[in-house]
Every structure is written in structure tokens, then in C-alpha cells.
């Protein structure tokens, strides 16, 4: 009975001190409430009741601390902060919270004593420093955060650690030197912390001075047997476009790791995604000589290949283009040929490979394009359409294919070709459409206008497709001449001739209809034709003659507004004349208001007065005055 | 006999004298509107004369005919006629007649613009510098250490976009403390308010503010777009008190601080309540709230229509060849109406809402325009979007609104027609 008497007791206090414990929660659950919603005041008599009831209680503790801050009753929150310290003298904590409260009251001195106070009472801890360096941080007082940290890290067991947050801290305040000594200082005693030490230096390194600051660091204190150390510095010669000293040190690590040139092949491709193709191709030069077994040598003959067509397509001028027509322009044939042998060595490692089949085909379209051997084109290309090809080298070998055979005069072999485009099923129906278009010219080409017109109609009545506009084209010059089919002959003559880059016979060819009145709207387009056949023979003098002919009939030539386009463009490219082609440009905006040249024509003067007003004034007058 | 052919020698002198026009139309036959506003200001700039026919075929504008001028409209692609001098007395008497609601008002003089953006600002953060760059309009840049010395008083008009003037950063807080732009930002202002003597950034700027206010107090012109509305009346109103949190500021906010605000020192707004949570992107209830606006597509706004001849100047912020323009958010989008002092003019609002789009009032011997939103033609701008390419927007009605601004300083002042 006694036993039982007892346990009913217990039960009855236990559930009394539950019950205590679960209303003290609840009320500072309601003070926490009060507080996220706006009513300090409220938060604060819950706060100041639960822990002068129970002062042991962390918890109510610093909620009282942080609502005091909050109403910025600062002198309490001293108050209650000051009783803490004489129950917990061994807290940090502590010091920390009320030499931050010091610090919001504006009393700066006092919070720096306080700190340092809990720093010097304490046992010697360097974890504390990083504590209290913590609460100057909080303060935004970076450069006492900072003196903290360095106390801390020269007693440390880890001073790495420390020195991430002082490099932290030095790059936020713009004292990039030190920070990359910091950086460099963990890199030397850990240096798998590379990757983090990389990531947080490239995250500042484009603000003013930090690249050439860090850089320095980095060559003063080089240490060649700490590859991180070589990876980084390497890494910052990128960033600030010194390749040359960033290709030396790729190429240490490589000897050091003996990495096959793998690092090699990595640093090619950045260079490469740059468009450092000189560069670049030292690089693969460097591989391939240097590690002609290792296994990513395919790699690196292919990029190698790749990057020398790429250094000769960026060789041509970007403005090069601004001819109607031109010859085939040819590179060195020294320099197109080592591409050639590059390309081979694909093909002679791979053979039937995509690689060799994409290599098979540059070799084709270089040998047409830049050597003007269009046997030895053909002949590739040829091979190439034997083997099984993916395809997309399927069309751009049937394409090139019937532009060399439609340049060498064999329009039935050129048409073939087209055809068999237009028969494969495995190849998208815009192709297709540039395949009928080319069909079409080559009917026109044959005096085949009943066919042309067919295949055109086709292909305009699908408006969306990118080729409608030329098929509409060639459409209206065929509906307007059906019925003086003479003159419609001796045009597509013309216009075969200027296709295949004779462009001396073809002017001769559009002068007969130019000088045919008869001819009606052939007469104005021959004339124009002429003029760009000039161009295109570099006969500038004469170009402009026939150009001014036509701008002079104005209305009655519809061409008038491109001629006087195309003079614009004499004087830009050709005569180099800028201020003669914004006056050209800006007599076509007043003479033709509604011309389709427009906009290229404000666009090329708005560059062309850039350029002009970036030169030194004296050179300015000269242009103007000549 | 004698004095019929003096009536011919003085008609012919007249001829003689008379001049030639360029006559920009800005109705939608206009190919680009917002170089028409460059080319008409840089007109001035030379020294040239030029009229706006306010609600005539859109606002145009006639200039004395040059050929420089002309040959930069054709360059900038801005459509226009040349007329004669008897032409261009028709357009006038059209415009002077007393049933015509449009009246004309004379440029003078190109006004020095100043537009307030940090150091480390990209063009397009903001949609004045893009509309200013795009159709030519010179302007100098200047921040907290320009204002702070003085050198307001060197211009005729200041625009201010979205920064803030409370000192709490954007109130970009909860979303992007971590990230390196917030750092930076927060870093810049802080040496900034070092540099200046200021132990807080919210007391910088709020002296900032002040100085403004001074600014158009003295007869300067305020535009202002996007946060720097609501921010910058907000930073007015609390000059007493503190209401930047500890994130901000390093101290708490004053727990009294919306009963401390004194709006009288406000500009346009009053009787706002302040979003006093850190973590919520707002600074008040003067911004509309998305939930409020609805869809995109019924976001549109409509322009008053003022009378030209009584009311030229809200006339002239009012000129577009549309008056219902599709609305734009940012991050103050529109203002709430009941909020608005009574003595501001609400120039356009969404039409059968509470929510106000554009404000125009005056202070002391200057005025000030508040536009809400941030880039008229992307809809919902946010941190890292593109620029908006305003080669693909000539004919913006939003960004025309924009513009009327830097024209509107150059007017000829004239007696109001009371």
C-alpha cells in the first residue's frame, strides 16, 4: 500500500514538473513569436520572466541578450552580460557578446578591451581568436577581425585554416597582396587545397590591380616542385593573357608528372576556345613531337589539324566579304598543305572513322577552295561518297561535289550530283530544297527555262524555307524575259560564266545585253553584273564608271540604290576613303529612303566615324582634307 | 500701282527669309521614336532652336532646317519631312487653334544631365542609361561623393534609378547575401560612407537624399524610376529615425520607427507603412504587389490626357503615339493612389485600379517625375538578365515616356493660360 502510495506521489510531482517544463516552453515559444512579428516589447517581459526564473537556461539567456540589442537597450543587455561573465568567467562567448554590445553603443575602445580581455583571461586558445574575430567581422570591423586572426594563426596547430579566412578578408578589402600570401602560404603547406585556393582567387581576380598583385606574389615565391603552386601561377598567366609564360609552365608540370601531355592537350583547348590559334598550334607542335606514343595522340593530331584550318580561316580579312563576287581566295600553299598532312595522319590512324571522314572532307573542300585543284578534290571527295558516311559529310560532299563539276563546265555531272541529294531520305528537306534550287540554276544555266521555272515554283510556294528568297529571285527574272528568250540565253550564258569565276567573259557577255535596249529589265541588272564583274577583277576605276552610269538613271534603274551602295564600299574597302564612303553611305540615305541598304549603309557609318574620331586629331584633318 | 509692288518685294523678301523645316512626326509613322528625342536634343546642343507641337501627330518636333540635322536623321533612321516656311505656319495655326487641344511649346536649351549610378554599374541595370545611350543623349555619371560635395548644382537634371536610399542594400538580403555582387555592393557603400565621415551607410544616404531634395528645391529636375521612387521618399521620411536592421546597418532598427516618420519631408508619397522584416523584399506599402497586377497580359496603363494649352507640362511627360502602353514590373512597379500626396499629378495608371504607373509634382522651384518599374520592354527584369537591345524597341512607347523628361527641362517657361 505504502509502495503504492509512493508511486502515485511521484507520478503526481513528475507530471507537475511536466507540466512547469511544458509552460515555460510554450511562453518562450510565444516570446519568440512576438518577436518575429514586431513586438519586441512583448518578447522581452516573456524573456526577462523566464530567465530571472531559471538564470542557468542558455537558451532564455541569449534571447534576452538579442532583444535587449534589438529595443537597443544596451545598458541592460552590459548589465546582463556582465552577471553572465561573473557565473561563466570561462565563457568567450561572453566577451564576445558584450564587447559587441560595447561596439553598438559606439564605445569602439571599450569593445576592444573587452575582446582582448577574453583573449588574455583565458587560456591560451587559438580557436578563440577565430571566435572573437568572428564578433569584429559581425561589426564589419574587418581590420580588427583581421589583427584577431593573425594573432590566432601564429599559435594555431592549423594555421591554414586561419589563413583562408584572413585571405577572405584581405580580398574583401581590396589588400590583394596579402591575400595571395595568404593563398600562397596554404598552397605551400597543403597543396591539395588547390582547387579551393583556385576557385576563391579566380572570384576576385578581375577587380582592379588583384591579377598583376597576385601574379607577383606567386613568381616571387615559385617553387617548381610544388606542382599546385606551377598549376596556379599557370592558371593566372591565363586569366591575364600571358601565354607564352603559361605554355613554359604547362609544359614543366607535364615533363614533371610525366603526364603524356595531357596537361598539354588541356592547356591547346583553352587556348584554342580563346582563339589563340598561333599559340594553340605551338602547343600541339610540342605534343606531337614530344610525345608521339602516348595515347592521346589522336587527340592532339586532329586538334592540331583543326586549329591550323582554323588559323587560316581567321587570317582572311573580316572584311573581305563585301565583293558580290570574287576569285576563290587561296592561302599560302606551304601553310594549306601542312593542314593537308595533318588531316592525312587522322585518316592514316583512323581510317573509317568519323574523324577520318571529317578529315576526308576538309582535305577536299582545301584542295578546291585553297589550291584550286579541283582534280584532286574530286577525287577525294569521290572516295569519301564510296564509304558508308554519316550524314551530315554525305550533303557536304555532294554539294562541293556539284559546285566543282558546275565551275568545271560539266553541268550534267554537277546536276547528278544535286539529284542524288534530293534522293537520299536520310537528310533534312531544307538541304533538299538548296539541292532543287541548284537543280534549277543549272537547268537556267542550260536554257532549260520551263524546267527552272518548275523546280523554282517549288520551292517558293514552302516561303518558310530559307532558300524561297533566292528561288524567288531567279523566278522574276525568268517570268519577266520568257518571251525575248535570246537575250534570257546570252544572261544565263553570263551568269553560268560568272558562277564558274570568269568573270572577263562574263562582263563581256552582260555588255551585250547592257548595250541592248531591247533587253528591258535584263539591261539594268547586266549593267549592275558588269560593274560587279569589275570588282571582282579588282578594276575599281571601271567599276565606278558603270556604278555612276547606273546611280545617274535613278528611278529607271531599280539597281540604282545598290550601285550606289557598292561605290560606298569601293571607297571603304578598296580605296580605304572613309570619309568619301560616309558621304556615299549618306547620300543614299537621302536618295533612297526606302532602299533595303539602309540599314547596312548607317551601320557602316556609324563604325566608320568611330574609327575616325579614335584617331589623334592631326591624322583626323589629313583624312578629311585628302 | 507703287504699293502693289511693294506688297510683292516684301511677300518676296519674306520667301527669301523665310526657312526651311525639319518636321519629325512622332505618331506611328515614325520609324524610331527614341532617336527622334537625340536628335531633337542634340538640335539644341548646336545651338539650334526647335518646337514640340505637343499632341500634334504625336509631339512632333519642328527644327529650323540644317543639314547636319537632317543627315543625322537619316543616319539614326528618324523619319521626317522637310517642309517649307508656309508649311510649317499651317502645322502652327493648326496647333494655336483654340478647338485643338495641342499647343507648341519652344526648346531652348539642351539641359546637363546627371544620372546617379554607382561605379561599378552596368549600362543596362538601368533603363534611363539605355534609352540616354541608345539615341545619343550625352550625360555624366556621378554617385554619393559628387552629391556629397556639391556638385549637383552643375546640372539641370538628375535621374535616379534603382538604387536604394534606406541604406538596406536593395533589401536583397534573404536572396543573395552570398553572392559576390551583394558583397561587393555592400563593401562599396561601406568605404563610401568611411570616405565621406559617416559611420553608417543609411545616414549617408539619407544625406544623400537631402541633398536632392535640396537639388530640385532649387530648380533642379528629378526623374526618378524603379526603387529609387518609393526608396527615396522612404530614406525622406525616416530622417529622424532608424529603420535598417542589423544586417544593414550593424544595429537594430528603431522599434518605433514607422511612428517616427515625418512625412512632410516627402516628395510624393505619405502614410506609407514600412515592411520592416529584413527578409522581405520590400521596403513599403507604396509598391503594388505582383498578386495585386495579375497577368501579363492585362498589365497595361493608360496616359492622362491634359490640356496642351493649360497644362503644358504634364502634357509634355505625356506625349506618345499610343496612350494605353503594357505595363512592366520591377522592383517598386506601381504606386498605390491612396498613398500619393494630394498635391502630386498622376500622369498614368491601370485603369480602374488603385495602381499608379507615373507621378509628376513640384518642390520648391523644381519638379520631380516618378516612374514605376524598371525597363519598359522586359516585362519582369531580374538580377543577371540580358540587356534589353533597344535597336529592337525604336518605337517603345514605355521608353518615350522616359524621354519626354530630358526634353521637357529645355521648354521656354511661359505664363500659364489661367
Known sequence: MVKILCFILIIIAGAGFSQNFNDDNNRYILGENYEQSGYPEKAKEIYEDLYNRNTSNFQYFISLNRIYVLLKQYESSVKLLEQRLSISPQDINIYGLLGSTYYLMGNETKAYSTWEDGLTKLSPNALNYRLIANYAIERRDFEKAIDFLKRGKKISDDPVLFSFDLANLYSLTMQYKDAAEEYLFIIQRKPDQYPAVQARILSYIDKVNALQTTIDVFERKRDDENINMSHLLASLYMQGKMYDKAFDIYSEIDSKIKSNGVTLLNFAQDLYNEKQYEMCIKVFREIISKYPSSPIISSAKLGYAETLEANLDAEKDSESNWRPYSFNKTGDPKKVNEIISAFNEIVKIYPQSEQAQEALLRIGILKNSRLNDSEGAKEILDQLLKQGIDAKFLIKSYEELGDIYLEDGNLDKSKEMFQKLIQTNSIPEEEKNYARYKEARISFYEGNFPIARNLLQNIISKYKDNNSNDALELSLVLNTMMNDSSNLVIFANAELLSEQKKFSEAREKYLIIAQNPQAFVLQSLAKLRMAEMDLAMDNYDSSMKVLQEIVDEKEKNIYSDKALYLQGNIYQFAKKDSPKAIEIYESLLAKFPNSIYLDDARARINKLKNKISQRPEWQRDRTIKS | MFKRLLFFVIILAGIGYSQNKIFIYMDLKQTDHLRAYGVTFNALRKGLKADWLLNYRGGSFLIDYNDQVANECRVDGVAFDQISASQAAEIYSTVQRDDNNMDVVRLEKAPKIAVYVPPNFNPWDDAVTLALDYAKVPYDKIWNDEVLRGDLSKYDWLHLHHEDFTGQYGKFYASFSNAQWYIDAQMAYENDAKKNGYKKVSVMMRDVATDIKNFVGNGGFLFAM?????????????????????????????????????????????????????????????????????????????????????????????????????????????????????????????????????????????????????????????????????????????????????????????????
Open chain 2, 226 to 418: 524603379c526603387s529609387a521612387t518609393d526608396s527615396y521618399d522612404i530614406a525622406l521620411a525616416a530622417h529622424n529615425t532608424d529603420i535598417c536592421a542589423q544586417m544593414y546597418d550593424g544595429d537594430a532598427a528603431d522599434p518605433d520607427a514607422q511612428s517616427k516618420l515625418d512625412f512632410s519631408n516627402t516628395l510624393a508619397f505619405q502614410n506609407f507603412k514600412l515592411e520592416m522584416n529584413p527578409y522581405i523584399y520590400e521596403y513599403s506599402s507604396i509598391d503594388v504587389q505582383p498578386a495585386e497586377i495579375g497577368s501579363q497580359e492585362n498589365d497595361y496603363f493608360t496616359l492622362f490626357e491634359f490640356s496642351a494649352k493649360y497644362d503644358p507640362v504634364p502634357t509634355m511627360l505625356t506625349q506618345d503615339h499610343v496612350n494605353v502602353i503594357k505595363g512592366f514590373m520591377g522592383q517598386t512597379t506601381m504606386f498605390h493612389k491612396e498613398l500619393i500626396k494630394p498635391s502630386v499629378i498622376i500622369l498614368a495608371e491601370r485603369e480602374g485600379t488603385d495602381q499608379v504607373k507615373y507621378i509628376h509634382g513640384d518642390y520648391g522651384r523644381g519638379t520631380f517625375t516618378f516612374y514605376g518599374g524598371h525597363d519598359p520592354e522586359d516585362y519582369q527584369h531580374v538580377v543577371g538578365s540580358p540587356p534589353t537591345d533597344l535597336s529592337l524597341h525604336k518605337n517603345s512607347p514605355g521608353y518615350r515616356l522616359i524621354l519626354n523628361n530630358i526634353l521637357f527641362p529645355a521648354a521656354t517657361k511661359k505664363k500659364q493660360k489661367t
